[in-house]
C-alpha cells in the first residue's frame, strides 16, 4: 500500500488491464448498439436498450453475490480481514448504482414496448426489492462505529438478506400467480437474435464486466486509504492530547 | 449451581420486558392509539365501502407493520438507555435466550395490537370472519394466520432491531431495513387475511399455502436469529 499511496491514484497494471477491456468493450457496444446493429424485427429501435439493460442487470446480481460471499469471508475467516469487509461494501455500492441503471433502463423499454413504466410481475417486483434491500445495507454501513462494528454489523445484514430475498421471491411468484395476465407481456421480449446483436450483447456483458471490476477495486483502495487516514487522524488527535498534558 | 435452561432463561426475559411494558403502558397508551388512528385514516383516504371491506385485512396488516416499528424501537430503548443490554451480556446471559425472551415478549404485544386491530376493522370497515355462525374455517385459518405471522414478525424485529440498537441515526434506519424483509410476511398474512374473511370472494381454502409461506418465514429467521443475535450483541 505504501507505494500507492505517493501516486497520485490507486490504480495498478491489474486494474489498467480491466480498465482496457471495459473502455474498448463499451466503446464498441456504444458504436455497435447504436449505429452497426440491425433493429429487431418485433420491437425496432427499442431494442437497442437491451444492450445497456442486459449487462448491466447482469452485473448487479454479480455484484450482490461478491457482496454476500465477501461478507462471508469476513465474518467466518479466522483473522476477520478488513478487506473483506471493503469488498463487500464496494461491490454493493456499485451494485446498487448498475442496479438503478437496470431499473430505469428497463422502465424505458417497458414504456416503449408495453406501453407502460412498470409491471407488477415476479422479476421485476423481486428487482426492486432487491434495491431497497441494498440501499439498507449501505445505510447500515453508514452508522457509527469503528470498521470491525461497522464490518460485523454489514456482513450479518449481507448474509441475511440472501436468505430473505429468495424468500420474497417465492412469495411474489405466488402471488403473481393469483393474477393470471402476465403471460402476454413477456419479460424477456421476445427477441430473437441476429449473430451481430447476439455478439453486441455478449460484448456489452463483458466490457460491463470488467468496468465493475475496475470500478470495485478501486472503491475497495479507496476504502482502505480513507480508514487510514481516519485512523491516523485519531493517533494524531491523541498525540496533541498527550503534549497538552507534558510539562514545560 | 445449576445451570438455567435456555427455556426459563428466554422466559425470564420475556416476562421482563412485559412487565416493564405492564408498568410504563407506552405500548398501550401510544402504540395502541396509533393504529387506531391509522385504521381511521385508511377510511378518510380511501373513501369507498366496498373498498375497505374488500382490503380490510390489507389494511390491518400495514397498520401492524408500521406500529411494528415503534414497538421494537421502544424495546431496545429500553435496554440500551441504561447499558442494560450491555450489563446482561457481561452478566453472562445466553444471548440465544435473548433472543427468544425478546421476540417472545415482543409476539406477544403484536398479538394484543392484532386482536385490537381486527377488532376495529370488524367495526369499521364491516368484515367478519365468521359470516355464518356455522363454519369455523375463517376463524380457525385467522388464528392461525395471525400466530404465524406474529412469530415471524417477532424473530425479525427483534434481529434487525437489535443490529442497530444504540446506534446513532438508527430510528429511521429501522423501516427501511425491516420492510423489504417483511414482504413475505405482508403478501402472506394479507392473502390469508383476504382468505379467512372472504374479501373480494376468496375462498378459506386459499389461504393455507400462504400461512405455509409464513411458518418457512417464521422458521427461517428464526433460526437465522439464534444463530446470528450473539454476533450483533457482541461488540
Known amino acids: 500500500m505504501g507505494s500507492q499511496a505517493t ?45 445497456v439493460h442486459v449487462p448491466t442487470a447482469w452485473v448487479s446480481y454479480l455484484a450482490f453475490i461478491v457482496t454476500a460471499v465477501a461478507s462471508a469471508g469476513y465474518l467466518f475467516g479466522r483473522r476477520h480481514s478488513l478487506g ?16 438503478a441503471l437496470t431499473l430505469i433502463s428497463g422502465s424505458l423499454w417497458g414504456r416503449l414496448t408495453w406501453g407502460t413504466f412498470w409491471e407488477w410481475d415476479p422479476r421485476l417486483t423481486t428487482t426492486a426489492f432487491l434495491f431497497v434491500t441494498y440501499l439498507g445495507y ?111 | 449451581m445449576s ?86 451480556r457481561v452478566a453472562g446471559v445466553d444471548m440465544q435466550a435473548m433472543f427468544l425472551g425478546k421476540s417472545l415478549a415482543l409476539a406477544a404485544q403484536l398479538f394484543v395490537l392484532e386482536v385490537v386491530l381486527f377488532a376495529v376493522a370488524m367495526v369499521l370497515y364491516r368484515v367478519s370472519p365468521l359470516p355464518d355462525e356455522s363454519t369455523l374455517a375463517g376463524f380457525v385459518l385467522l388464528v392461525t394466520t395471525v400466530i404465524c405471522a406474529t412469530l415471524g414478525l417477532g424473530f425479525v424485529g427483534t434481529l434487525y432491531g437489535g443490529l442497530i440498537a444504540g446506534a446513532k441515526g438508527r430510528d429511521s434506519l429501522l423501516p427501511l431495513l425491516l420492510l423489504p424483509v417483511l414482504a413475505p410476511v405482508l403478501l402472506g398474512a394479507t392473502r390469508a387475511t383476504e382468505s379467512a374473511l372472504r374479501s373480494g370472494g376468496a375462498v378459506v381454502a386459499e389461504g393455507w399455502p400462504w400461512v405455509a409461506v409464513l411458518v418457512v418465514f417464521a422458521g427461517v429467521f428464526g433460526v437465522g436469529g439464534l444463530l446470528s443475535f450473539g454476533a450483533l450483541i457482541e461488540e
Open chain 1, 84 to 99: 473483506f469487509d471493503r469488498v463487500a461494501g464496494a461491490a454493493a455500492q456499485v451494485g446498487v448504482s448498475f442496479m
Open chain 2, 3 to 88: 445451570h438455567p435452561s435456555l427455556g426459563s432463561v428466554a422466559l425470564a426475559i420475556a416476562g421482563k420486558d412485559l412487565r416493564i411494558e405492564w408498568r410504563s403502558r407506552v405500548v398501550i397508551n401510544q402504540v395502541l392509539p396509533f393504529s387506531g388512528l391509522v385504521m381511521v385514516m385508511f377510511a378518510l383516504a380511501l373513501d369507498d365501502d366496498a373498498m375497505l371491506q374488500r382490503t380490510a385485512g390489507g389494511l390491518v396488516w400495514l397498520a401492524t407493520l408500521f406500529s411494528l416499528f415503534m414497538i421494537v424501537q421502544r424495546s431496545y430503548a429500553v435496554d440500551t438507555q441504561d447499558g442494560a443490554l450491555d450489563a446482561m
Open chain 1, 7 to 51: 501516486r497520485s491514484g490507486v490504480g495498478t497494471p491489474a486494474t489498467r488491464v480491466f480498465g482496457v477491456i471495459a473502455t474498448l468493450a463499451l466503446g464498441w457496444v456504444v458504436v455497435g448498439g447504436i449505429f452497426v446493429t440491425p433493429p429487431d424485427v418485433v420491437q425496432g429501435e427499442s431494442v437497442r436498450i437491451m444492450y
Open chain 1, 138 to 248: 449501505l445505510a447500515v454501513r453508514g452508522l457509527d462505529g469503528t470498521p470491525a462494528q461497522r464490518a460485523k454489523r454489514s456482513a450479518i445484514v449481507a448474509l441475511l438478506a440472501v436468505f430473505e430475498i429468495p424468500l420474497v421471491h417465492f412469495s411474489v411468484v405466488l402471488w403473481r400467480s393469483l393474477h393470471q395476465e402476465a403471460s402476454v407481456l413477456s419479460t424477456d421480449g421476445d427477441i430473437k437474435m441476429d449473430d451481430l446483436m447476439l455478439f453486441t450483447l455478449l460484448v456489452g456483458v463483458v466490457g460491463f464486466t470488467a468496468l465493475f471490476m475496475w470500478l470495485v477495486s478501486h472503491r475497495q483502495r479507496v476504502m482502505a486509504l480513507r480508514d487510514i487516514v481516519e485512523s491516523r487522524r485519531i493517533d494524531v488527535a491523541m498525540a496533541e492530547r498527550v503534549a497538552e498534558g507534558t510539562p514545560l
